[in-house]
């Protein structure tokens, strides 16, 4: 199938304040630990809402709607209508932020076909990886020229982990639909880890344009038979995330191998969400960046065999080595040696972070639940990103690659056996 490219041409930027000041007391935001360590780019959220003439008003008044319900909801998440003051705080100065409305010069059927994440960026209100960018929060709506249209949000990793983020989309379309109990966000990152002198780290270490996108659709059926398969050989039946994780970590090995050295290291990295690992644990609305990646030491992984070590990495990180975290230092230590061993090149990293699970499809603003969630194209290499499917318990895996090694990697005839249709409508058959 061919690539279908489109263009998304703005009409119209306005700047959305919080609908009720900040107090005096809350103006000051102060990062946290975790939020200091994160990498200055945008998580991306694209959701997608086909026309539906019985169930939406005219696309005016679905802007106007979203505006009134995204200034009251930014009266709670207050520091995302701040600025940012270096790598130690948010002004939450009440200075707003960029609502843009674009017209996109295709229908919204001919993108859901064949979705390719590189063209999904034009629909985006900033550049995922626009550093100096001062704005914590961005929203662009999309008018497809079927009446069809995309909410397309950019919330800044600096302030929010992928949970925190997709909390406050739904909290957002929670407003939007008037319901009368909303979750209150916890602002306690900074207590729980308290900022420290990072002289000698940068934390935009790994970020590149020397990539490309592209997305990967595996069915329930196909997951299952890797859980089946992997289960023979793990000490334990592995999850749907870790089945799918180690069958692309075999298969990126075979796409590296005769890349560069022949003697090579992996290192394997997985997000790992904090807040169920505390005692007791902390609430979902706890917002920033309660999250940790689960690191291997560096490996040597034979070619085409699933590695099953993460769950080991995984584990390890409990109550009590969140405690330890809490201190900061030992932490501080070895992800600076890690960022000097990765600026030499001396290891091959391939990061995973799951988003399966979580409220994507619970976005509903009052028309209707989305048609489909999607993802732009990734600001960093050899980075996997997991959604669920819309239906029937797939993944769509997002990966992020150098060119050379996503030509031999999308040629696996191993991974073709394994894959499903990319086009979004016909998922759930």
């Given amino acids: 199938m ?4 489109f263009e998304a041409e703005v009409i119209s930027k306005h700047i959305i304040k919080p609908a009720s000041p900040t107090p005096d007391h809350l103006r000051h935001y102060q990062f946290s630990f975790l939020d200091q360590i994160s990498p ?21 008044e679905i802007s106007n709607h979203l505006k009134t319900s995204l200034a009251k909801v930014l009266s709670l998440y207050y520091p995302l209508a701040g600025r940012f003051k270096d790598n130690q705080h948010v002004d939450c100065n009440d200075n707003g932020v960029p609502y843009l409305e674009a017209q996109v010069n295709c229908k919204l059927s001919d993108v859901l076909n064949n979705p390719i994440p590189g063209e999904l960026n034009k629909l985006m209100p900033f550049e995922l990886d626009d550093v100096a960018n001062k704005y914590p929060l961005g929203v662009q709506l999309n008018v497809f020229q079927c009446g069809g249209f995309a909410i397309a949000q950019c919330l800044t990793h600096k302030l929010a982990d992928g949970l925190s983020y997709f909390t406050f989309s739904k909290t957002w379309a929670a407003t939007a639909r008037g319901e009368p109990k909303i979750a209150q966000p916890q602002f306690i990152s900074a207590t729980l880890f308290p900022p420290k002198n990072l002289s000698g780290y940068d934390a935009r270490t790994g970020i590149t344009r020397n990539k490309v996108t592209k997305r990967f659709v595996f069915s329930a059926i196909n997951i299952e038979e890797l859980r089946k398969v992997q289960a023979n050989k793990a000490s334990a039946r592995p999850s749907r995330v870790e089945a799918l994780s180690s069958f692309i970590l075999s298969r990126f090995v075979e796409a590296t191998k005769d890349i560069g050295s022949a003697e090579k290291f992996y290192r394997v990295v997985h997000a790992v969400n904090l807040r169920p690992r505390f005692e007791p644990p902390l609430p979902h609305h706890s917002f920033g960046n309660l999250y940790l990646v689960a690191m291997t030491a560096p490996l040597q992984i034979s070619s085409g065999e699933p590695y099953h070590g993460i769950r080991e ?3 390890k990180i409990d109550n009590a ?20 061993s990765f600026a030499k090149g001396e290891q091959v990293t391939i990061s995973f972070s799951s988003y399966c699970r979580f409220p994507l499809y619970d976005n509903d603003f009052g028309w209707g639940r989305p048609t489909w969630v999607g993802s732009p194209a990734l600001t960093f290499k050899n980075l996997v990103n997991f959604m669920d499917t819309r239906e029937g318990g797939g993944i769509e895996a997002y990966i992020s690659l150098e060119e050379e090694v996503m030509t031999k990697f999308e040629s696996d005839v191993v991974l073709l056996a394994y894959m499903s249709s990319s086009a979004v409508l016909n998922q759930a058959s």
């Fill in 40 to 60: 200055p780019v945008y998580n991306p959220l694209l959701l997608f809402y086909e026309f539906n003439a019985k169930t939406q008003p005219n696309i005016t």
């Fill in 313 to 315: 990495e995984i584990s």
């Fill in 321 to 340: 080595y969140v405690r330890k975290l809490q201190k900061g230092d030992e932490h501080l230590s070895s992800i600076k040696t890690y960022a000097k």
């Fill in 2 to 5: 061919g690539i279908m490219k």
